[in-house]
């Protein structure tokens, strides 16, 4: 049974940078594409970002472009999701997402496996 354990999530001021990171449980990591959601209170969760088995290939919602960067390691089941230039609107809860399929997706519907979810709060 695959899980998902995220961590790294907190309350910061605007503009400073966070790092998330979800740890994968299953050595069958590079065959996982991942993805980082949220949900802010009263809105529908939205994809952040997502990237392939490989780690090759990326995707990035155009409200964090240029700001948050995904990374895998995996020789370490992890994936990272970098944080900076935080903004009041980033907050929400952040989840992690698995589905054993190699090229990214955006929908999370196709993902399997979910983490319990971070609160990212950004406020002065």
């Known amino acids: 049974q695959v899980q998902l354990v995220e961590s790294g999530g907190g309350l910061v001021q605007p503009g400073d940078s966070l790092r998330l990171s979800c740890v994968f449980s299953?050595?069958?990591?590079?065959?996982?594409?991942m993805a980082w959601f949220r949900q802010a209170p009263g809105k529908e969760r939205d994809v952040v970002a997502a990237?392939?088995?490989?780690?090759?290939?990326?995707y990035y919602a155009s409200s964090v472009k240029g700001r948050f960067t995904l990374s895998r390691d995996n020789s370490k089941n992890t994936v990272y999701l970098q944080m900076n230039s935080l903004k009041p609107e980033d907050t929400a809860v952040y989840y992690c997402?698995?589905?054993?399929?190699?090229?990214?997706?955006?929908?999370?519907?196709?993902?399997?496996?979910w983490g319990q979810g971070t609160q990212v709060t950004v406020s002065s």
């Open positions: 997402a698995a589905d054993a399929a190699s090229h990214f997706s955006v929908s999370g519907e196709e993902y399997d496996y």
């Open positions: 299953d050595r069958t990591f590079s065959n996982y594409r």
């Open positions: 990237i392939s088995g490989s780690g090759l290939t990326t």
